[in-house]
């Protein structure tokens, strides 16, 4: 089961990206993000769920 909030290292791992990829996404403000009280980056696992759902919404409209 994956936990309510991902740290960077979880959110990778659950994405099969790097580390550095899914920071720099944050960063950018193109992945759902928030940094508590100025420490490492966290993502909300429903956020996460519907970020990639839209991002799937996206590329299904792209190919028809």
Do not use: C, M
């Not at 960077?8 to 550095?20: F, G, R, W």
């Not at 966290?42 to 792209?62: F, L, N, P, T």
């Amino acid at each position: 089961i994956d936990p309510p909030i991902f740290t960077t290292p979880q959110l990778a791992h659950h994405l099969q990206l790097p580390a550095s990829t899914v920071r720099k996404l944050a960063q950018r403000g193109e992945i759902p993000a928030f940094k508590p009280s100025n420490k490492a980056w966290r993502y909300q696992r429903v956020s996460i769920e519907a970020w990639i759902a839209s991002k799937e919404k996206k590329q299904r409209g792209q190919r028809g």
